[in-house]
């Protein structure tokens, strides 16, 4: 393909491309909020002028740095290209690394195409079924709560006789209509199903607000991964890291 040109670009001109990306793959996309906060460097690119897919760069350990892939996308008629032209934006953008989503099925198989050291980041959950817990004389109910964060709805807790035993949210930084629980309970008040009770009232406060529930954990959390299970959910994929090969890129 040697009319397909690579050129980093403005977030603005890749929104359509990136509006079929999150179309086609119907799920949360964890990393939406790179473009949002600013974290991500974005490439379009082209064929003899005309635009057929893009890429995104960001850090995934440090936010200044760009290197690492976590985004790629390619309209229907060239990915029969796919591996090469993937090969040409891991070239032009230098970046050493790859990030995906296992139900990302384009990028995940550039992931095992391209790269090695493949491991596991993060589970991923979305919402399968209602549950029904009840725990006698434990209340679920939201504080007055402040945050400087602009898509965090925190101040959920649930509390015994005035004492809070659990606090949790959502963050509305996924793609639309996504919403990523998180939820904490208090090391004395552990081993008793508060996680599960948390997590399945946070559902119904997304729910509410006309969200989709989702969540994920770190892939050794056993005790995380078991409580959302338990509240309904099951895993839709995983987050993948790996390190591309043959990467000329002087972030090493």
Not at 22 to 49: M, P, S
């Given at each position: 393909?040697?009319?397909?040109?690579?050129?980093?670009?403005?977030?603005?001109?890749?929104?359509?491309?990136?509006?079929?990306f999150l179309k086609e793959g119907g799920f949360?996309?964890?990393?939406?909020?790179?473009?949002?906060?600013?974290?991500?460097?974005?490439?379009?690119?082209?064929?003899?002028?005309?635009?057929?897919?893009?890429?995104?760069?960001?850090?995934?350990?440090?936010?200044?740095?760009?290197?690492?892939?976590?985004?790629?996308?390619?309209?229907?008629?060239?990915?029969?290209?796919?591996?090469?032209?993937?090969?040409?934006?891991?070239?032009?953008?230098?970046?050493?690394?790859?990030?995906?989503?296992?139900?990302?099925?384009?990028?995940?198989?550039?992931?095992?195409?391209?790269?090695?050291?493949?491991?596991?980041?993060?589970?991923?959950?979305?919402?399968?079924?209602?549950?029904?817990?009840?725990?006698?004389?434990?209340?679920?109910?939201?504080?007055?709560?402040?945050?400087?964060?602009?898509?965090?709805?925190?101040?959920?807790?649930?509390?015994?006789?005035?004492?809070?035993?659990?606090?949790?949210?959502?963050?509305?930084?996924?793609?639309?209509?996504?919403?990523?629980?998180?939820?904490?309970?208090?090391?004395?008040?552990?081993?008793?199903?508060?996680?599960?009770?948390?997590?399945?009232?946070?559902?119904?406060?997304?729910?509410?607000?006309?969200?989709?529930?989702?969540?994920?954990?770190?892939?050794?959390?056993?005790?995380?991964?078991?409580?959302?299970?338990?509240?309904?959910?099951?895993?839709?994929?995983?987050?993948?890291?790996?390190?591309?090969?043959?990467?000329?890129?002087?972030?090493?």
């Amino acid at each position: 393909m040697n009319t397909v040109q690579i050129e980093k670009t403005q977030l603005n001109q890749v929104s359509d491309l990136r509006a079929l990306f999150l179309k086609e793959g119907g799920f949360q996309f964890i990393h939406n909020k790179c473009h949002a906060y600013g974290w991500a460097d974005v490439y379009l690119i082209t064929d003899r002028g005309v635009s057929i897919g893009y890429s995104s760069v960001w850090g995934k350990d440090n936010r200044q740095d760009r290197d690492t892939i976590f985004e790629f996308y390619l309209i229907p008629d060239y990915r029969k290209y796919t591996s090469s032209i993937f090969s040409h934006v891991t070239k032009v953008s230098g970046v050493p690394f790859i990030e995906c989503q296992t139900n990302d099925s384009l990028l995940a198989a550039m992931m095992f195409t391209h790269a090695s050291d493949i491991h596991a980041q993060s589970v991923l959950f979305e919402d399968d079924s209602e549950t029904n817990f009840r725990i006698n004389g434990i209340t679920f109910t939201r504080q007055p709560y402040t945050t400087d964060h602009p898509d965090d709805r925190g101040g959920y807790v649930l509390e015994e006789d005035g004492a809070t035993m659990a606090t949790g949210g959502f963050l509305l930084n996924y793609n639309h209509p996504y919403a990523d629980i998180y939820m904490d309970v208090k090391e004395p008040f552990r081993q008793r199903g508060l996680g599960s009770l948390m997590v399945q009232e946070l559902k119904k406060e997304i729910y509410k607000t006309g969200y989709v529930p989702a969540a994920r954990c770190n892939v050794k959390n056993q005790a995380s991964r078991a409580t959302i299970l338990k509240a309904g959910f099951r895993i839709c994929g995983y987050l993948l890291e790996g390190k591309i090969n043959n990467s000329t890129s002087d972030h090493n």
